[in-house]
Every structure is written in structure tokens, then in C-alpha cells.
């Protein structure tokens, strides 16, 4: 066990945290209290329980295994978190909050399923924690950073459900809703074509080109920025102030996929695998990186 970085490491988990509380502060101003505060701030502070406590045996363990097992189980907590919050306060969830905790209860199963199933295919260990998980104020960060993640992320979603005065739904919620469909199918329709062709021992060491991946390179990104996009826009009518931080949640997505942990790195491993490949060379020039198009002839 190593403790190299220490302080260092401890001071951005800590400014990490406290972007993360700031944000919720600010964006949750006008939702329904719950314990004495803002609804949406208590659940950023759950948000960041639920991760720092799931740390503590992970460290212990030097193990990754349950890291994004606990992920959806943020996700989850604070969703049923401003549920009980806007029930408490309004008497009963009103149509579009229902729908939009499903929505995300319904990505958070889905994910969070393929996701543990993916690892655990994989041994239980991520390559992404090989040399931090035994560095506990490293992986700590981690953890923080997987806070921080669901409190970005589900903002806009937070502020729906815990509105105090909902309006009736309107062409807002029926745009948004039809770009998470759109989204969420991209999603698991990709996802599970990806999953088909890795499973088949005759697509060893090859690429995938078929099906939603012959019309983008990353069509599942594509999809999960589509789907936080749309909840986004059922949020529209419902954000005043400070509260109209909650847009956010489909440009933390996209810089998310785009620039910090999928697509980039997704890219450089492609290149360094297959770079010298004609035929992944072809594929990476016609096939648009991210905004899906039909595949030429």
C-alpha cells in the first residue's frame, strides 16, 4: 500500500467535493427542502456518503470490483432520495417527475448490469485503477470524482423531481422525452451489438463495423448524450436563477465521453492496436466519430 501524493491528492478530493456540493447548492436553490436544506444539496451529500463509504473496504481490499456497482447505487439513492423529498413536501410525485425518475432508475439498472457483468467478464479488475487502487488518497479521488459524476450528471433530473410547483406537461416534456428514447436505444442497441460481436472467439483482436457502429464510431456515447440531453430539455420550464446550472448535465456528459475518459482514450488504444490496419484506417476516416450517419453504399 502506497501513500505517495498524499496531500496532494487529499486537497483535489476535497476541492473535487466541494465543486461538486457548490454546485448542488446553487443549482437546487428553488427545489423542496428535505432535512432542513435543499433537496438537491442533500442529495449531492448522499451522493458523496454513499461513495466515501464504499471506499473504506475498497481500499482495505485493493479492489475495484464494486466500483461501478456503487456507481449506480448513487445514482439510485439520490433519485429515491428527491422522490421521498417532493412526496413530503407536494403529496405525490406528479407526472413528469414519475416519468423522469424512471427514466433514470431504468438507464441506472441498465447500465449498472452491463457494466458489472462486463468487469466481472474481465476478472473484476478495471485497467483504469491498476496503480491507483493501492494508493488510498488516489483512489479516493476516484471515488469523489463518482460523487461528483452523479451530482453533475443528474442535476437537471434532481431539479424535475423536486420542483415545489410543477407546471402542466407540455411540448418540453414530450421533446425530452423522445430524445431519451431516441438515446436510450442508441445506448442498448450498441451496447449489446458490441457485446454479440466480442463474445464470437472469430472476433478476436478485430474491431466491430456492423449495425449502429457502421454509423458512428461511438454510437453508444452518442446515446447516452442524447438521453441526459433530452431530460435536460423536459427540464427547461422548470429552471429559474441559479437553477439554470442544471444545463450543465448534457455538457458534463458530452466533455465527459469526448475528452476526459471515453472517446479520446477509446481512441488512442484503437490506434495503438490497429493503426497500422488498412481496413481500421478506412473505417476510422469514413465513419463519423460520434453524430451517427448511414453508412455510404
Known sequence: MSFKGAGRSLVIALIAAALGLGFAFLAGGSSVMLGGISAVFACALIALGVNWLAFIPAALAQSDRFYDTTGALTYL????????????????????????????????????????????????????????????????????????WVIFTASAALIIITAPNPPPLGAFFWTGAALWLTGFAFEVIADDQKRRFKADPANKGRFI???????????NYFGEITLWTGIAVIALPLLSGWGWLALFSPVFVTLLLTKVSGINLLDAIAKQRWGQDPAWRTYAASTPKLLPRPPKG
Open 77 to 148: 439513492s439520490v433519485i429515491a432520495a428527491a422522490c421521498f423529498a417532493a412526496v413530503s413536501a407536494n403529496g405525490a410525485l406528479d407526472p413528469r417527475a414519475l416519468v423522469v425518475a424512471g427514466m433514470v432508475a431504468v438507464w441506472t439498472l441498465r447500465l449498472g448490469a452491463f457494466l458489472y457483468t462486463r468487469i466481472h467478464a474481465a476478472g473484476g479488475t478495471d485497467v483504469r485503477f491498476e496503480k491507483i487502487k493501492v494508493n488510498p488518497p488516489r483512489f479516493l479521488v476516484a471515488w469523489t470524482m463518482q460523487a461528483c
Open 209 to 219: 463495423t456492423t449495425g449502429l457502429w457502421a454509423w458512428s464510431q461511438h454510437p
